[in-house]
C-alpha cells in the first residue's frame, strides 16, 4: 500500500497533499517503531520523500517530529 501511495503521489501535488494530510502522522509513528524491518522503513522513507515536494508536507512532517 505504502508503494502504491508513493507511486501515485509523483508529480502529483493533489494527491501529494491529500496523501500528506492522511498519513504523515501515522508513517511517522510507525517508522519509529518498525526499526527493525529494513524494506518496510525504507519504504515509508522513500514516500515521505515523495510527499515533501508538496511544501505545506514539510511543515506536517516537521510538526510530527521529523529532522
Not at 492522511?22 to 515521505?48: N, P
Request: charged residues 20%; glycine residues 4%.
Amino acid at each position: 500500500v505504502v508503494f502504491a501511495l508513493k507511486q501515485l503521489s509523483q508529480g502529483r501535488w493533489l494527491v501529494q497533499q491529500r496523501v500528506g494530510k492522511h498519513c504523515i502522522q501515522s508513517l511517522v509513528t510507525e517508522l519509529r517503531e518498525s526499526v527493525s524491518h529494513v524494506d518496510y522503513t525504507t519504504t515509508v522513507l522513500v514516500l515521505l520523500q515523495t510527499l515533501a515536494d508538496f511544501k505545506p508536507n514539510c511543515f506536517d512532517m516537521k510538526a510530527a517530529g521529523v529532522q
